[in-house]
């Protein structure tokens, strides 16, 4: 094999990859509309994972039986409205504290539109080098 093939071979499995973690973000999204439990969070800490990596906010809200459940969003980024201190919505299945999104129409679209445009470029990649050889 080639350079070149093994490149493209990798843009097809980044791409497929990122295809299908959208599409599986997407649908866990849709039901989390249809059948999730709704709370408010707040931004209670930042993390980041070296000094390299931007700050992650970290949620807190308190599930149906009175526990307290941190998670980190999936969507992170500058425009987000995530300061430490902000009250947001959240919603996780029943039962499913982990399945914890923060429920605002930016953060839900964010979350899967970012992994469907990753996915699109990498294939689109793999196809030009294709047509180009």
Do not use: K, N
């Not at 009175?66 to 999936?74: I, L, M």
């Not at 987000?80 to 201190?85: K, M, N, P, Q, T």
């Not at 990649?125 to 294709?130: D, E, F, G, I, M």
């Amino acid at each position: 094999m080639t350079g070149e093939t093994v490149g493209v071979v990798l843009c097809v499995l980044a791409g497929a990859l990122c295809l299908w973690a959208g599409v599986r973000e997407y649908r866990l999204i849709r039901r989390l509309v249809r059948h999730g439990v709704h709370a408010e969070g707040v931004v209670v800490d930042r993390e980041r994972s070296s000094s390299e990596d931007p700050w992650t906010p970290v949620i807190e809200y308190t599930d149906r039986q009175g526990r307290r459940v941190r998670f980190r969003p999936r969507a992170t980024g500058t425009g987000l409205g995530l300061a430490l201190g902000t009250h947001v919505p959240v919603v996780h299945l029943p039962e499913q504290p982990d399945t914890a999104r923060v429920f605002t129409a930016r953060h839900r679209r964010a979350a899967y539109i970012g992994l469907s445009i990753g996915g699109t470029l990498f294939l689109g990649t793999a196809v030009l080098v294709v047509l180009t050889r």
